[in-house]
C-alpha cells in the first residue's frame, strides 16, 4: 500500500474546487472567506489532518512562531512544582494560539537577557516570558532597551515607574485569609515561619500575616528547607503559638509533625503552607493556591498582543487572587526525620 501523502494547501483546494488562496486564507485570514466557504474548509482541513507550515508562516509573517522561556533550576523537591506547572500551562496554552515555547536554561539574570536577546535578533523568537522576579530585577528594564515583546509572571518588586505587562498572585492577601480562618478556629496565637528577610515574595506574605493581626515576636525566618521549619516550629511551639502560616509548603511540611501532636483524625491541621503543592495534598495540610494557570493564559494574551501589534495596551499589572485549600486529615503525623534533607 502507498503511503498517504500529507495534504497540502494546493491538494485541499483540488478536493474542495476552490483556489489555492481561499485555502491559504481561511488559514490565515478567516475574515476574508465567505461563511459558507469558511466552514466547509475548515471541515476538509479538521478531516484530513492538514497542518500549516510554519517556515511558510515565518516568511509570510516574518514571525518565528516561537516564545523563549528561561527554565529556571528547581530549589527544592517540593515547590519547584509550581513553576512546573506554569510552564506546562504556558507551553499547552501557547499551543493552542500556534505557538511554540523554546527553553533554554542561564547562569543568571543577565545571561538570561543576552540569551533572549540574541535568539530575538536572530529571528528565532518573537517574545518572552519572565518569571521569579526579584526586588530591583535588572531584565524587564534591559528587554524593553532592546525593543524585544515580553511579559512577566511576578510583579516589579521596587520599581514604581515599570510600564511592562506582569500578572502575579496577591500572596499577601492569601496569607491575610490563611491567618484569619486560623483565628476563626479558635487560635489566638498564630505564629509564622517565613523566608530570610529581603526576600520579596516573602515579605510580601509576611505583611499578609501582620495585617491579620500577627504578632511580630512569633515570627521566625529560615530558609526553604523542611528541616528547618521543623526547628522553627519548635520554637514557636514553645513560645506559646498554637498554630503557623509558612511562606512555602517546605516550611510547612516540617512544622506539620509539630503542631499535629496529639490533634485528632478528621480534622484541619493547624499548619497552612504556600503554593497547594502535591505534597500539601498528600498528607492531608491546608494550603494557599496559586492560579498560575489562569496567570499563563492572561499572559500569552498579553504577550501576543505585543507581537502582533495590537493598538489595545495591556493591563501594566494583574493581581489574581489566591484560593485557601482546606482539608482534613486522616492519620497522625510522624515526627520529622532527624537529618533528613529535600532531594
Not at 71 to 86: I, M, T, Y
Not at 140 to 157: K, S
Not at 271 to 289: E, L, Q
Request: hydrophobic share 40%.
Amino acid at each position: 500500500m502507498a503511503p498517504r501523502l500529507r495534504p497540502t494547501q494546493a491538494s485541499l483546494a483540488a478536493e474542495l474546487g476552490v483556489s489555492r488562496q481561499t485555502i491559504s486564507n481561511v488559514v490565515n485570514n478567516p475574515e476574508l472567506v465567505k461563511p459558507a466557504t469558511r466552514r466547509k474548509v475548515e471541515e476538509a482541513i479538521a478531516a484530513s489532518g492538514y497542518r500549516p507550515s510554519l517556515a511558510g508562516r515565518a516568511l509570510r509573517t516574518r514571525r518565528s512562531g516561537a516564545i523563549g522561556m528561561r527554565l529556571h533550576p528547581v530549589v527544592d523537591g517540593v515547590n519547584g512544582e509550581v513553576l512546573d506547572r506554569f510552564v506546562h500551562a504556558v507551553t499547552e496554552y501557547a499551543q493552542r494560539r500556534g505557538y511554540r515555547i523554546t527553553l533554554f536554561t542561564a547562569a543568571d539574570a543577565t545571561s538570561e537577557v543576552g540569551e533572549l536577546t540574541a535568539m530575538y535578533h536572530q529571528g528565532v523568537i518573537d517574545g518572552a516570558v519572565l518569571v521569579d522576579t526579584r526586588l530591583n530585577d535588572p531584565r524587564p528594564a534591559a528587554l524593553t532597551a532592546a525593543g524585544l515583546p515580553f511579559v512577566v509572571f511576578g510583579r516589579p518588586w521596587g520599581d514604581t515607574f515599570a510600564q511592562h505587562c506582569w500578572v502575579d498572585v496577591d500572596g499577601r492577601s492569601g496569607v491575610y485569609g490563611a491567618t484569619q480562618h486560623l483565628r476563626s478556629l479558635g487560635h489566638d496565637i498564630v505564629g509564622f515561619i517565613g523566608w530570610p528577610r529581603g526576600s520579596a515574595v516573602g515579605d510580601d506574605r509576611r505583611e499578609g500575616w501582620l495585617a491579620a493581626g500577627g504578632d511580630p515576636a512569633y515570627a521566625t525566618f529560615v530558609e526553604d528547607l523542611t528541616r528547618l521549619g521543623f526547628e522553627a516550629a519548635q520554637e514557636l511551639r514553645r513560645c506559646g503559638a498554637t498554630a503557623v502560616v509558612c511562606t512555602s509548603d517546605s516550611l510547612a511540611l516540617g512544622a506539620l509533625p509539630v503542631f499535629a501532636a496529639g490533634a485528632r483524625p478528621h480534622r484541619e491541621l493547624p499548619v497552612i503552607g504556600f503554593d497547594n503543592t502535591p505534597v500539601a495534598r498528600a498528607t492531608g495540610m491546608c494550603s494557599i493556591g496559586q492560579p498560575v494557570e489562569e496567570a499563563a493564559d492572561l499572559l500569552l494574551d498579553q504577550l501576543l498582543d505585543q507581537v502582533q501589534g495590537s493598538d489595545t495596551p495591556c493591563a501594566r499589572g494583574v493581581l489574581l487572587t489566591p484560593s485557601l485549600e482546606l482539608r482534613q486529615w486522616e492519620s497522625i503525623v510522624g515526627s520529622y526525620p532527624s537529618g533528613e534533607e529535600e532531594k
